[in-house]
């Protein structure tokens, strides 16, 4: 993952956090992250409660990007009302 590069420390709390964030928006279970040099393989099936259930364990897989990531984290950092992440990206 390149999202770091550069910085002098890196922020996988925050992402992890981002990334929580989208499981929980898209009822997302059982789900499997990889990193990547090009960011992010995400793997979850969905919910029930989320109604995008299929017959069998299917699971839905992204590859998140360093800019996805840079993305949920914008969206993260104001929902929580602080700039101090912004400040770093």
Known sequence: MRLFE???KTDYQDVLRALGRFIDMNEYI???IVETE???IFQGR???RSGRVKP???FETFLI???D???LLHEA???RGTDEGLKRL
């Open 6 to 8: 550069g910085m002098s």
């Open 30 to 32: 059982d789900i499997r």
């Open 38 to 40: 090009n960011g992010i």
């Open 46 to 48: 969905p919910s029930l």
């Open 56 to 58: 069998g364990p299917q």
């Open 65 to 67: 990007t360093d800019e």
């Open 69 to 71: 990531l840079s993305r």
């Open 77 to 79: 950092y104001e929902q």
